[in-house]
């Protein structure tokens, strides 16, 4: 049974609207706006999520319903990117990625190379960790993952994460907004986490291309003959006349019988 409700004030705003679409489409009302955070990252699922519990303990669908819906909205937007990351290719992610500072084709080469080795493990968790959630559709399209194993995976990731999300809305009913500041944290840690990776990459990368630099623009040594000390001797080696490798004299070895 879903907990006493600590608050009565009806929801306004987005929250608001979110309910309303779920209440009066039901359960493939969540799935669209599930599949819409999918393409815009910036709507949270753990908002979204405990939302559809909410609209499930109010009777506006059941909890099995919610679930289901939920997780086939995000298999859809995520297929959505996997498509658009196939349509970009290997070819035109190089050209975009040889025109953004600081990055190395190399880099591009190495993602790629990590992805075909753990892309399974990557699509699979990845549908679990915030903002990476929509992300990790698009290296699986670039990389062209079997679509049957892409779709095994992206459902099971979004079946566990969309179950957690949406059973804990039913449960706490009008106190679902527990979910999201708890998950909040979560988001917060991720994004600080992203936002020190790109500025650890920066730095490293901005150190190698000076001292890449630094030793382009370093001084090269020249050697010059040098003459045979001074006196009757300065200069003698101007006076030796310079012959061609053809004129060197050469030695001879007579074979001893």
């Known amino acids: 049974m879903p907990l006493p409700a600590t608050a009565t004030a009806e929801p306004t705003g987005f929250t608001g609207w979110v309910i309303g679409v ?28 405990p939302l559809a519990g909410f609209t499930a303990s109010r009777g506006g669908m059941t909890v099995g319903g919610a679930i289901f819906w939920t997780t086939l909205g995000s298999l859809l937007g995520a297929l959505a990117l996997y498509a658009l990351g196939a349509k970009l290719g290997r070819e035109r992610t190089h050209a975009i990625a040889a025109k953004m500072p600081l990055v190395k084709l190399e880099d591009v080469d190495r993602t790629e190379a990590w992805f075909a080795k753990h892309g399974v493990k990557a699509v ?106 001074a006196g009757p001797f300065e200069g003698a080696t101007s006076r030796i006349p310079s012959r061609e490798p053809s004129e060197a004299p050469t030695v001879q070895f007579r074979r001893v019988r």
């Open 22 to 49: 779920m209440e009066a489409l039901g359960g493939p009302g969540a799935g669209l706006i599930i599949a819409l955070e999918n393409l815009f990252p910036p709507i949270p699922s753990e908002l979204i999520l």
């Open 124 to 229: 699979f968790f990845g549908r679990m960790i915030p903002l990476f959630r929509s992300f990790i559709s698009l290296p699986a399209g670039v990389d062209r993952m079997p679509v049957s194993t892409f779709v095994l995976f992206t459902t099971l990731g979004s079946l566990v994460w969309n179950s957690i999300f949406v059973i804990a809305g039913f449960y706490l009913g009008e106190n679902w907004h527990l979910v999201e500041q708890y998950a909040g944290v979560l988001s917060k840690a991720v994004l600080v986490a992203v936002a020190a990776a790109v500025v650890w990459f920066v730095v490293k990368r901005v150190r190698q291309d000076r001292r890449t630099k630094n030793q382009a623009e370093a001084p090269t040594e020249e050697f010059a003959a040098v003459g045979v000390g």
